[in-house]
């Protein structure tokens, strides 16, 4: 069936490493998203990204759509970066996203 | 600055009791979201409207309805709420044609407590 799987599930680092999150999705997709979801729990938009690479200051995200599979890169990690990240997908003909399970993102001083 | 919002941030309500959350948009998206997320899931769409086009995802209880009496807002009705419905419930937007959907925009949420 469609899935969409996150991994790890959980991450654990010291302020100013760099971190590598995956998505992996089942079929051909659309749209891809990546958000991070805050303490507060609003889900705050990251890049939307169905193939190719794009960057934002410390973050940068690459979607493989022939190979579906999708990275997120965080570098220089801050403890704000803290937090869950999630992959989200709409698999062509869907009409609506499907998320992965998250990365919880632990940011220690 | 064009934006999701919800109201309220925060909703107590008791078992059984009717509760309506809401969500504007001022974006001018033809599509409204609204998806249920509880402790430490990911979240999960209830159901959609597209443009006045109402689309029910089939394992969303016939406890929860919605209405979307405008393009700018979009209620959300829980009719009798049980212990269960306790959660974050999360309304988003986005543009979108028949063929794919454009990218989503999120509210802050509401967290609806059920005593």
């Known amino acids: 069936g469609i899935q969409v799987e996150q991994s790890p599930p959980d991450l654990i680092l010291q302020e100013g490493a760099n971190s590598t999150l995956r998505c992996n999705f089942s079929d051909s997709v659309n749209n891809l998203q990546w958000f991070h979801q805050n303490p507060w729990g609003q889900l705050i938009n990251l890049f939307y990204?169905?193939?190719g690479t794009k960057q934002n200051g410390r973050l940068s995200a690459t979607t493989v759509a022939t190979e579906r599979y999708s990275l997120l890169y965080i570098s220089s990690s801050q403890t704000t970066d803290s937090g869950v990240y999630f992959c989200a997908v709409e698999f062509q003909g869907a009409q609506k996203l499907v998320f992965g399970q998250g990365t919880r993102l632990t940011i220690n001083p | 600055d064009a934006m999701v919002i919800q109201n309220p941030r925060y909703q107590v309500t008791q078992f059984g009791k009717p509760v309506t959350l809401s969500c504007s948009q001022t974006l001018n998206h033809n599509v409204m979201y609204w998806y249920q997320q509880k402790s430490s899931q990911a979240p999960k769409l209830l159901f959609h409207y597209y443009d006045k086009d109402f689309n029910n995802e089939a394992d969303t209880p016939d406890n929860f309805q919605s209405r979307r009496p405008n393009t700018s807002f979009c209620f959300l009705d829980i009719r009798s709420p049980g212990l269960g419905d306790a959660a974050m419930y999360l309304c988003?937007?986005?543009?979108?044609?028949?063929?794919?959907?454009?990218?989503?925009?999120f509210g802050p949420g509401t967290r609806l407590t059920v005593l």
């Open positions: 990204i169905p193939s």
């Open positions: 988003a937007t986005s543009r979108s044609g028949p063929a794919a959907v454009d990218e989503q925009f």
